[in-house]
Nanobody
Framework: QVQLVESGGGLVQAGGSLRLSCAASGRTFSRNAMGWFRQAPGKEREVVAAINWSGGTYYPDSVKGRFTISRDNAKNTVYLQMNSLKPEDTAVYYC???????????????????WGQGTQVTVSS
């Protein structure tokens, strides 16, 4: 059974940093695209970072230069380093993994096959 488990969320002041982790089990995702999404109350789920099997990455303008996605294939884990956090970054953050091997970056929620349970990130002003 595939599981993605996020950790590292919490409450931080504006300008602070957090590092989210997503540990996968049940299968290896070293050759799969993975991503981080967030969803604030009343808003749609949106991508904040994506990484493909070869290390290519994508960030929307809203987080570019502040967020960094990385992966440790030996640990079957993906990370999201978030710096210079803003109150508008407050949301539940989800990790996701695609099922296709050696595929492209995946930017839409519907393209992913596996999801974590989410971790709350709250940025106070």
């Amino acid at each position: 059974q595939v599981q993605l488990v996020e950790s590292g969320g919490g409450l931080v002041q504006a300008g602070g940093s957090l590092r989210l982790s997503c540990a996968a089990s049940g299968r290896t995702f070293s050759r799969n695209a993975m991503g981080w999404f967030r969803q604030a109350p009343g808003k749609e789920r949106e991508v904040v970072a994506a990484i493909n099997w070869s290390g290519g990455t994508y960030y929307p303008d809203s987080v570019k230069g502040r967020f960094t996605i990385s992966r440790d294939n030996a640990k079957n884990t993906v990370y999201l380093q978030m710096n210079s956090l803003k109150p508008e970054d407050t949301a539940v953050y989800y990790c996701a993994a695609g099922q296709t091997y050696l595929g492209p970056l995946l930017l839409r929620p519907g393209q992913y096959d596996y999801w974590g349970q989410g971790t709350q990130v709250t940025v106070s002003s």
